[in-house]
């Protein structure tokens, strides 16, 4: 793994955290379902993120076969995330401004491993 790649993940990932984070919260007061909310999120910051991922984090060409594996790792991501989503919004009545970030945070090794085996077709080197 290159040594500034870990650290630009975490600037991508900040960046997609923040952005899906607002999406959330502000579909949730919108009066969206944790289930809409899921895949909204999967279309739009799955996206902007996998462009993030590609050009910044990685630094590789972008093509529909990545674009695709991406997508693929982040479609797998979505029933951790709509479990964790259910569970403090619908179970634990946790407004969703505290249980977006915390969701965020449990997923982010799995995002970080995730992308890269999509973008780089390889975890080390």
Known sequence: MRGRQPARYLVSGAFCAIANNGLLVAGADAG????ELT???FLVIGSAGYLAHVYFTFQQAASWR????FMAG??????IAY????LLCDGL?????????IATMVLL?????SAR?????RLFR
């Open 66 to 69: 990545s674009y695709a594996r």
């Open 32 to 35: 969206l379902s944790v289930l």
């Open 39 to 41: 895949f909204l999120s």
């Open 93 to 101: 009545r946790m407004p969703m401004v505290f249980a977006a970030p």
């Open 109 to 113: 090794i799995y995002n970080f491993i």
């Open 74 to 79: 982040v479609a797998f991501g979505i029933p």
């Open 117 to 121: 085996l999509a973008i780089m077709r």
């Open 83 to 86: 479990a964790i989503l259910s």
